[in-house]
């Protein structure tokens, strides 16, 4: 029965024209990249495009925790203001079964017009640059599509959470608003005020997931983290190789997190 249910939320996700027009810019951002190798800049590398990939990491990081916390945010709420949870849960379902059918489709659908973008030019770019270079460029997609994967459950903790579409849309706004530019004011402040050591500096950051995956994409492209600055440079000295694998933790462990949670509030609703 999961099957059928995760069927109804791809269509669903796939039929959003936001939805639509995130993998539109995408495309176009990836055969953008695609361009420019072409123009004589290809033999140089992905990591001479420095505004390049800078620029596609930033819109990542900004467009990917929009889109993932929109679509599951308005999910379970939507349902039930327009009646059709009460539906679903009439048939034989448990409640885990309809979460994690909506956290499989909302992912999957993200996941795929993102790979739209980053997949279009990555065909292209094989041709065009060394198998190094690609290897960072799917690295990078990768990173982006966890990290969707991780907000898709905070979304849906929203959505859970929330008692309208409105209320929903709000708190989603200011979440994603939180993660990408107070989390960061606050831990400057922090820093600078009460002269945090490296060690508070990096749990600080693991524990934001947008942070997170911002480390492990610059990772990809730079190991030393010098472009993000001396503090930076400084985690990856001491830290070493196993910096990728505590910032993927952490990014699982917020998803398991946020989806038992969700499950343990949805199980408690009367719908």
Do not use: H
């Amino acid at each position: 029965m999961l099957w059928p249910l995760v069927k109804k939320e791809l269509f669903d996700a796939l039929r959003n024209r936001w939805l639509i027009l995130y993998a539109v810019i995408y495309a176009v951002l990836g055969l953008s990249l695609s361009y420019f190798s072409s123009l004589g800049l290809g033999y140089l590398g992905f990591r001479a495009f420095g505004r390049v990939s800078a620029a596609l990491i930033n819109m990542t990081l900004y467009l990917v925790p929009l889109m993932a916390m929109s679509l599951a945010g308005l999910s379970i709420i939507g349902e039930r203001e327009r009646g059709t949870l009460e539906i679903i849960l009439s048939q034989p379902l448990s409640k885990a079964e309809v979460l994690l059918s909506k956290y499989i489709g909302i992912t999957v659908s993200v996941a795929l017009a993102t790979a739209l973008g980053y997949g279009a030019a990555a065909w292209y770019l094989w041709v065009i640059l060394s198998s190094g270079d690609l290897i960072i460029y799917l690295q990078i997609m990768a990173t982006c599509i966890l990290l969707a994967a991780t907000l898709t459950g905070l979304g849906l903790l929203i959505s859970t959470l929330s008692r309208s579409r409105f209320e929903a849309l709000g708190i989603i706004l200011m979440t994603w608003l939180s993660l990408l530019v107070i989390y960061d004011l606050i831990l400057m402040g922090a820093a600078i005020g009460a002269q945090l050591k490296w060690e508070q500096i990096f749990t600080l950051l693991a524990i934001n997931p947008v942070e997170s995956a911002r480390l492990l994409m610059v990772y990809a492209l730079d190991p030393s983290l010098l472009v993000l600055g001396p503090t930076s440079a400084y985690i990856a000295k001491n830290i070493g190789e196993t910096l990728p694998t505590l910032l993927t933790s952490s990014l699982i462990a917020w998803t398991a997190a946020t989806l038992a949670a969700t499950l343990a509030l949805f199980k408690r609703q009367d719908m």
